[in-house]
């Protein structure tokens, strides 16, 4: 499986911190916001990944990050010249994809939980159809919303309704099979212009063969597209670190743990990170 991660759009929420900076390279307290849905692929163990940007910014996501290598991946980088919607990305990363299974992550988003490495490998693992990841919010009218029955099962999806037939959102993670680009290629624009992912996602409803992976207790789902949503995340990632003593997507720490990168690697990035706590912490995970 390839993954994409989606981080384009212009930032125009976080204006003005956003005029001349990449939104996923702000921080979320010690670490680029990217690094975050980063690490949401690599612990799927997904390698390969396509990182999509403005005309502005993938040179810039391309200088942050590089070629990969020094997590065990392969990154590649790809141009959205103007936010055509979501599902636009299917298109831009077609001959990536090669007619294979794909995961799409949204590039401001920030998810935790203890059994999330679980649940996205099982994901990663489901064949045919797609599942989404989806959890209860108390603004369903903001996002595109999944009506469930009462086995769990999907049965009907909306994009940003006015009047939300559930409080179960569908969170920026998605996976997909084969299918994905013939029903890509197949999408019309909607009402706003824009290619919707929800259109995706409700043809495979449609095919029956869409499935919900609910996030409950003990999870954390955070859209990072707001001032306030950036400082609530820097906290809440603070708090987690300080009181666990455990990085949220260290992603030498994942890629050691999926056998991708040797202890050398880790202490060569310890070394260059020397002077930071993150240092630290890499050289403790080898020492």
């Given at each position: 499986?390839?993954?994409?991660?989606?981080?384009?759009?212009?930032?125009?929420?976080?204006?003005?911190?956003?005029?001349?900076?990449?939104?996923?390279?702000?921080?979320?307290?010690d670490?680029?916001?990217?690094?975050?849905?980063?690490?949401?692929?690599?612990?799927?163990g997904?390698?390969?990944?396509l990182?999509?940007?403005?005309?502005?910014?993938?040179?810039?996501?391309?200088?942050?990050?590089?070629?990969?290598a020094?997590?065990?991946?392969?990154?590649?980088y790809?141009?959205?010249?103007s936010?055509?919607?979501?599902?636009?990305?299917?298109?831009?990363?077609?001959?990536?994809?090669?007619?294979?299974?794909c995961?799409?992550?949204?590039?401001?988003?920030?998810?935790?939980g203890?059994?999330?490495?679980?649940q996205?490998?099982?994901a990663?693992?489901?064949?045919?159809g797609?599942?989404?990841?989806?959890q209860?919010?108390?603004?369903?009218?903001?996002?595109?919303?999944?009506?469930?029955?009462?086995?769990?099962?999907?049965?009907?999806?909306?994009?940003?309704?006015?009047?939300?037939r559930?409080?179960?959102?569908?969170?920026?993670?998605?996976?997909?099979?084969?299918?994905?680009g013939?029903?890509?290629?197949?999408?019309?624009?909607?009402?706003?212009?824009?290619?919707?992912?929800?259109?995706?996602?409700?043809?495979?409803?449609?095919?029956?063969?869409?499935r919900?992976?609910r996030l409950?207790?003990?999870?954390?789902?955070l859209?990072?597209?707001?001032?306030?949503?950036?400082?609530?995340?820097?906290?809440?990632?603070?708090?987690?670190?300080?009181?666990?003593?455990?990085?949220?997507?260290?992603?030498?720490?994942?890629?050691?743990?999926q056998?991708?990168i040797?202890?050398?690697?880790?202490?060569?990035?310890?070394?260059?990170?020397?002077?930071a706590?993150?240092?630290?912490?890499l050289r403790?995970?080898?020492?």
């Amino acid at each position: 499986m390839r993954g994409i991660l989606l981080a384009g759009g212009s930032g125009t929420r976080l204006y003005p911190a956003t005029l001349s900076v990449n939104k996923q390279l702000l921080p979320v307290y010690d670490k680029p916001m990217i690094w975050y849905p980063l690490s949401v692929l690599m612990m799927a163990g997904v390698r390969e990944i396509l990182v999509i940007g403005t005309p502005e910014d993938a040179p810039r996501l391309s200088q942050a990050l590089g070629d990969g290598a020094q997590w065990g991946l392969t990154l590649s980088y790809a141009v959205q010249n103007s936010p055509r919607g979501v599902a636009e990305a299917f298109l831009i990363g077609e001959a990536f994809l090669d007619g294979g299974p794909c995961a799409l992550i949204l590039g401001d988003n920030l998810f935790y939980g203890a059994r999330l490495e679980a649940q996205l490998r099982a994901a990663a693992a489901g064949g045919a159809g797609a599942t989404v990841f989806a959890q209860r919010v108390t603004d369903p009218e903001r996002f595109g919303v999944v009506e469930l029955d009462g086995d769990g099962r999907p049965v009907g999806i909306e994009e940003k309704p006015l009047r939300p037939r559930s409080d179960w959102a569908v969170t920026g993670l998605y996976f997909y099979d084969g299918e994905l680009g013939g029903i890509a290629r197949g999408l019309k624009p909607s009402a706003r212009g824009e290619l919707e992912i929800t259109d995706v996602n409700r043809a495979y409803l449609e095919a029956g063969r869409l499935r919900v992976e609910r996030l409950g207790r003990g999870y954390a789902w955070l859209d990072l597209g707001t001032p306030e949503a950036l400082l609530e995340a820097s906290e809440f990632v603070r708090a987690i670190q300080k009181r666990q003593a455990l990085q949220i997507a260290c992603l030498e720490e994942i890629a050691l743990g999926q056998g991708w990168i040797d202890r050398d690697a880790v202490l060569a990035q310890a070394e260059r990170m020397s002077n930071a706590p993150y240092g630290a912490y890499l050289r403790s995970l080898v020492g």
